[in-house]
């Protein structure tokens, strides 16, 4: 008997999530990305996947698939398998999309789970020069003296610069003209040209232009002032309290992902977040390293989606 259930215990004992988690990353890993290469999403993927390779000796491959705001790359994830081998970065459309779209073919919380937040993007408003604002009190006040004269570009239809416009809509009382562009770099093209008069631009794109005196910087849209900026308030400082627009990145699994290697997963990106190389490639990109756990990530991705289903509704902004 004894030699009957010797190899059935081994058998059982293989097929353990603790011991998967243990021989965790056995072969390449896919890191899905649901936005253009070259752009910040990409780099902080890159970042990512170097810094895993490294330590792991398995490959990390950073997947680019672009397309339907991010819809397409997450698609690709929920229908992966659940062993950690196919994972999503996903950014600040998850949040929204399930507000923009009137059908997906996932559910951004039930088919997931939670690796941790690693990066937050910090955002700025600009204005024009011809623009007579010299803080975000100043420009709500020309907006309700000269209304229809404000015009705001944006990303795109749903982007976190489009929202941004649409908050501070609503709590500052005003109304702006939308214009979206293909893009931030165009619609910041357009903003120095004098075609459109404002923008919640990417800290990185924005602040060269504004240091030219080109562009007027009003506030961040972060919680706390940006570390290179020190000089300019928050949207929450210039009256607009609780006012806050994070571009930001993180990492999902499937559904049913063994917790052990969630927890590795975990471990291991904050840990290489916590070297300078790849905190100051993220800064390059206007990114600020974060440390969390999957359920503090998962109740940051609650919260969002509770806040920005309610702006879009308000604003009546539809994708499809």
Known sequence: MKNIFVPLLAALLGSAPGVHAQQYPGKPIRLVVGFAAGGPSDVAARTIAQKLTEKWGQQVIVDIRPGAGGNIATEIVAKAPADGYTLLEPA?????????????????????APVLLFAS????????????????KELISFAKAHPGQLTAGSSGNGTASHLAIELLNMMGGIKTTHIPYKGLAPAH????????????DGIVTGMPAVNAGRLRALAVTTARRWKGTPDIPTMAESGLAG?????WYGLLAPAGTPREIILRLNSEVSRALREPDARERLYSIGAEPMDNTPEEFAAYINAEMAKWSKVVKTAGIRAD
Do not use: C, R, W
């Open 92 to 112: 600040f459309a998850h949040a929204v999309n399930p507000f923009l779209y009137s059908k997906l073919p996932f559910d951004a919380v039930k088919d997931f």
């Open 121 to 136: 993007i910090a955002n700025v408003l600009v204005v024009h020069p011809s623009i007579p604002a010299n803080s975000v």
């Open 189 to 200: 093209t357009d903003l120095m040209g004098g075609q459109i008069t404002m923008l919640f």
């Open 243 to 247: 006012f806050e627009v994070n571009s």
